[in-house]
């Protein structure tokens, strides 16, 4: 009887046959055994083209008998690769090493297979009708692989993750001493999942940051979308009736009616030749950064000069327990033009910065003196100017009043 094989090749040899080389072809099919078990072999592919794959009965290196096979060669379109149909049980782990993104299946050669445009590799096994996924895809440097339901213990993530178009979802930078990050929570029915700042330090924020003139947005359940509010220039609307003209030299209150029924003007006249003076006072709020402030002035012309109108403010802070028999320091001005029209509204520009006298805290008392300065002989405005209020601008650092 003579020698047959097995469909991958190896000698299975008759009694009695070949005498004097039971060594050599013993030793033939240990190394196809071998190759079965753990080889490696490439096999170049072509556009449109089935490669077929079969046994070398009796000698070793043939593709379909390499456990280890990495595809290759630069493709336009798809391809395929078949192996016999009476392998089975035949595992193999295929590497699409192919470049062009193009769709290679691996199959047998009458039944189905497993197609892949990506760089990584599958573990493919034969069930002697088609070759079958086992699921457990290898993953290369350069391979795309979809993780379902495995968990990642502290994995080392690169610069960027990517969307499933594989465009940048969110971009990570690297600090080499950190020792602070952010936690992320889910949280159970009635309860809100959280962002929380931890770490080694005892006190710290989180910081958003924007690009360019963009702004910080938050959306509610209700599809209402507002700028999230952040420390920084805030304001505060004075009206003159909230001013009182002082005792000495007060600017006079006064009630312009334009016409019967419509909007009045509640002012402050302030004279064209001697200096006039209106006080107010604030506790400013704790969120301000006890630095500069600047302001506008609010006013309406009394006559159709143009000539131009110089305010002034001071500001002193006393605090609990001081006196409020204290000076003001030196006023910044600011200078408008009449606007040529009785009864219409204008407002100065924003004023240079303003210092606040005495160095104020939190919870000071603080007394502001607005002024016209009708000496300096730059205010050329023939008129009473009537404020009508002022705008002050202060800085604030901190995220509430308490």
């Known amino acids: 009887m003579a020698s047959t094989y097995t469909p991958l090749g190896v000698e299975l040899m008759a009694t009695g046959e070949n005498a004097g080389t039971w060594g050599t072809k013993t030793n033939v099919g240990l190394q ?46 798809t391809s395929v690769v078949t192996v016999p149909d009476d392998i089975t049980g035949m595992e193999y782990l295929v590497l699409n090493g192919t470049t062009g993104s193009q769709t290679v299946t691996f199959k047998t050669a009458s039944g189905s297979g ?21 699921g457990l895809n290898a993953v290369t440097a350069s391979s795309t692989t979809t993780f379902t339901n495995k968990t990642l213990t502290s994995p080392k993530i690169g610069t960027a993750i990517l969307d499933t178009n594989g465009l940048q979802l969110a971009l990570l930078t690297a600090t080499s001493s950190a020792v602070n990050e952010i936690t992320l929570a889910n949280a159970a029915t009635t309860n809100n999942p959280t962002i929380t700042a931890s770490g080694d ?5 989180i910081a958003l940051k924007t690009k360019g003139s963009g702004v910080i947005q938050a959306e509610d359940g209700g599809g209402t979308v507002a700028a999230v509010k952040i420390a920084g220039t805030e304001t505060i609307f004075i009206p003159a009736q909230a001013m009182f003209g002082t005792t000495t030299n007060g600017a006079d209150a006064q009630a312009v009616e334009t016409t019967a029924t419509r909007p009045e003007l ?137």
């Open 32 to 77: 196809i055994m071998e190759q079965i078990a753990g080889g490696y072999t490439t096999q170049a592919m072509t556009d449109g083209d089935t490669v077929t794959l079969t046994a070398d009965d009796g000698s070793t290196g043939a593709t379909c008998a390499t456990a280890v096979i990495k595809l290759t060669g630069s493709l336009s379109g």
């Open 114 to 134: 497993v197609s892949w445009s990506t760089t990584d590799a599958r573990l493919l096994w034969h069930d002697g009708t088609n070759i079958v996924n086992s």
């Open 201 to 205: 330090d005892s006190n710290i924020g």
């Open 266 to 402: 509640k002012v402050l006249d302030f004279d064209a030749s001697t200096a006039e003076y209106a006080q107010f006072s604030i506790a400013m709020p704790k969120s301000w950064n006890l630095g500069t402030m600047t302001y506008q002035v609010f006013w309406s012309p009394s006559t159709t000069n143009t000539g131009n109108c110089i305010f002034g403010l001071q500001g002193v802070g006393v605090a609990e327990g001081g006196t409020a028999d204290v000076t003001f320091p030196t006023g910044t001005e600011v200078t408008d033009a009449g606007i040529g029209t009785v009864e219409d509204v204008q407002m100065t520009a924003v004023s240079g910065a303003m210092t606040i006298k005495d160095t104020p805290a939190d919870d000071d008392y603080t007394f502001f003196q607005l002024y016209r300065d009708a000496a300096d002989g730059s205010d050329t405005f023939t008129g009473d100017a009537r404020v009508m209020g002022i705008k002050l601008f202060y800085t604030t650092d901190a995220a509430n009043d308490a």
